[in-house]
């Protein structure tokens, strides 16, 4: 059953939630798949016609956005106002946090069988920041658990974390959990750690650079999805793609290189 959007209402039983409240990859990918999930309503006695909703109101915002008329539904008009209390399930706004839209992304790539490429084009991001979101991924499911209840790791924590192994891993997240290390910081101490240094204080192998040199190397690691070194003894600069052709690709394509 399906009902038309401008018949249902918010009320009493379900708390705010705003159109910007949804991730972006949820009505990427309600725009390729639909709406499958029902929202929950019950009829409005003093508007005949009229439905106020129960429960799962996300769905009846995403059809708003992808500007569909109607949305499937699920009266609930047999439970009294006691049954509606026990089962009533709060409102809670999905989360918003890079993990999650990592995760969301990787299952649009999957189900869709789309390029990393397509997917940062229909998400609003580089292949890069794709690959970099899947390369988070890849960390085991307990690191991912850690990073997310630490508010202090960001997702360029969490993509520099990525490149290190596992107790290397632990490491840094244990640093920047404790230390609140900014994203400049956290390479740093991951090349001290690279390098073998695991206790070292952030910057210490890095002493004679300066932090306009710093500064530089964050900001070409962030637009390139990479990890990037200046060498300036040598006159080098280097881009660590980690042996994963996909963020090669982006690398390049950032460079205006897309024709190989």
């Not at 209402?9 to 309600?30: C, K, M, N, Y």
């Not at 706004?93 to 940062?120: C, N, Q, W, Y």
């Not at 920047?176 to 695991?198: F, H, Y």
């Amino acid at each position: 059953m399906n009902v038309d959007i401008d018949l249902i209402h918010t009320g009493q039983w379900t708390e705010r939630l705003l159109q910007s409240d949804i991730p972006e990859e949820v009505v990427v990918r309600a725009r390729l798949y639909g709406l499958h999930e029902d929202v929950h309503l019950r009829s409005l006695p003093h508007r005949p016609g009229h439905y106020e909703i129960l429960g799962s109101p996300r769905t009846w915002l995403i059809a708003q956005l992808i500007q569909q008329p109607a949305v499937p539904v699920k009266l609930m008009d047999h439970l009294s106002l006691d049954e509606i209390e026990g089962y009533y399930e709060p409102l809670t706004v999905p989360s918003d946090h890079f993990i999650d839209r990592a995760k969301m992304l990787r299952t649009m790539i999957r189900e869709r069988g789309i390029s990393l490429a397509d997917a940062g084009r229909m998400t609003g991001k580089s292949r890069a920041e794709v690959c970099n979101m899947m390369r988070v991924l890849k960390m085991d499911e307990q690191t991912l658990e850690k990073i997310r209840h630490c508010p202090k790791v960001k997702f360029g924590h969490a993509r520099i974390m990525a490149g290190l192994g596992y107790e290397q891993q632990q490491r840094l997240l244990e640093k920047i959990r404790c230390e609140g290390l900014s994203v400049q910081q956290s390479e740093a101490v991951a090349r001290a750690l690279r390098q073998g240094g695991a206790d070292m204080p952030a910057g210490k192998k890095e002493a004679e650079k300066s932090a306009d040199v710093l500064r530089l190397e964050t900001l070409m690691s962030e637009h390139f999805g990479a990890r990037v070194a200046i060498r300036e003894k040598q006159g080098l600069l280097e881009i660590n793609y980690h042996h994963d052709l996909d963020i090669l690709q982006g690398i390049l394509e950032k460079m205006g290189i897309e024709d190989l």
